[in-house]
């Protein structure tokens, strides 16, 4: 076998590895796939050189880059839960009259694959393919809610720095946690301001049969709409999250 088989395996290990834990040091990468140190980083080097993988000099962390997200998208575009979720988002937009999004939690970031608007619609950052911070979106905490404990930590280490936007969300993994085991508890996410100040967003997640979420529906209305329509924007979102849950199975 030549030397570039093992190679190309170890390199989709290396992938598969920031996939499930996010950004980490080459040391760690090194040592939790029981690679030597050298070829680690030579291997690095060349995903980094092509876009499969992203160095972050000031945290001296490597994850996933540009490449690797632009295969994920394109399987997921073609994946069942566009061809599932599509429907399901034409119904609720149509219902609420508010924009709908269908997104994906990838390691700490949610992806939007799916959007639909009503014929009024509102400018909002997020769009097919975008990524945002999972801990911000409505959609990427619905997800994170319904994560085992080990998983959850495994993308959230202790002290891990969460980014912000406007000033508004949670600080720290503590005040993440609380956060969403109160949306666990009520069974849907709400934002307000976190992403856009203006913007408020209603999410709840969409799980298969052994009850792992696969995708959250989310609705979003301008900030100064929401608190006359958060009862009917809950409810619309909890049934159409039901329905996908229900085909997905």
Same mark, same amino acid.
Request: charged residues 20%; positive net charge.
């Given at each position: 076998?030549?030397?570039?088989?093992?190679?190309?395996?170890?390199?989709?290990?290396?992938?598969?590895? !920031? #996939?499930?834990?996010?950004?980490?040091?080459?040391?760690?990468?090194?040592?939790?796939?029981?690679?030597?140190?050298?070829?680690?980083?030579? $291997?690095?080097?060349?995903? %980094?050189?092509?876009?499969?993988?992203?160095?972050?000099?000031?945290?001296?962390?490597?994850?996933?880059?540009?490449?690797?997200?632009?295969?994920?998208?394109?399987?997921?575009?073609?994946?069942? !839960?566009?061809?599932?979720?599509?429907? %399901? !988002?034409?119904?609720?937009?149509?219902?609420?009259?508010?924009?709908?999004?269908?997104? %994906?939690?990838?390691?700490?970031?949610?992806?939007?694959?799916?959007?639909?608007?009503?014929?009024?619609?509102?400018? $909002?950052?997020?769009?097919?393919?975008?990524?945002?911070?999972?801990?911000?979106?409505?959609?990427?905490?619905?997800?994170?809610?319904?994560?085992?404990?080990?998983?959850?930590?495994?993308?959230?280490?202790?002290?891990? *720095?969460?980014?912000?936007?406007?000033?508004?969300? *949670?600080?720290?993994?503590?005040?993440?946690?609380?956060?969403?085991?109160?949306?666990?508890?009520?069974?849907?996410?709400?934002?307000?301001?976190?992403?856009?100040?203006?913007?408020?967003? %209603?999410?709840? #997640?969409?799980?298969?049969?052994?009850?792992? *979420?696969?995708?959250?529906?989310?609705?979003?209305?301008?900030?100064?709409?929401?608190?006359?329509?958060?009862?009917? !924007?809950?409810?619309?979102?909890?049934?159409?999250?039901?329905?996908?849950?229900?085909?997905?199975?």
């Amino acid at each position: 076998m030549s030397e570039r088989g093992p190679a190309l395996s170890v390199g989709l290990d290396v992938l598969r590895l !920031l #996939a499930a834990t996010g950004p980490a040091p080459a040391a760690t990468i090194a040592r939790r796939l029981g690679h030597p140190r050298s070829s680690t980083y030579h $291997l690095l080097s060349v995903l %980094v050189e092509n876009g499969f993988v992203t160095h972050y000099p000031d945290e001296r962390t490597y994850g996933l880059g540009v490449a690797a997200f632009e295969i994920g998208t394109a399987y997921l575009r073609q994946d069942r !839960l566009e061809r599932l979720g599509r429907p %399901v !988002l034409a119904r609720v937009a149509g219902a609420t009259r508010a924009t709908a999004q269908l997104g %994906v939690l990838l390691g700490a970031e949610v992806v939007y694959l799916l959007k639909q608007e009503p014929a009024r619609s509102i400018p $909002l950052v997020t769009d097919v393919g975008v990524r945002l911070p999972a801990h911000l979106t409505a959609s990427g905490r619905a997800l994170l809610a319904r994560l085992p404990a080990v998983e959850f930590e495994a993308i959230y280490p202790a002290g891990t *720095p969460l980014a912000d936007r406007t000033g508004r969300g *949670p600080r720290s993994i503590a005040a993440l946690r609380r956060l969403i085991a109160r949306e666990r508890t009520t069974g849907v996410a709400i934002e307000q301001g976190y992403v856009s100040v203006d913007i408020a967003s %209603v999410a709840a #997640a969409a799980v298969d049969r052994r009850g792992r *979420p696969q995708a959250a529906v989310t609705v979003s209305v301008p900030s100064a709409d929401f608190a006359g329509r958060r009862t009917a !924007l809950v409810d619309a979102v909890t049934r159409a999250a039901s329905e996908l849950s229900a085909r997905l199975r």
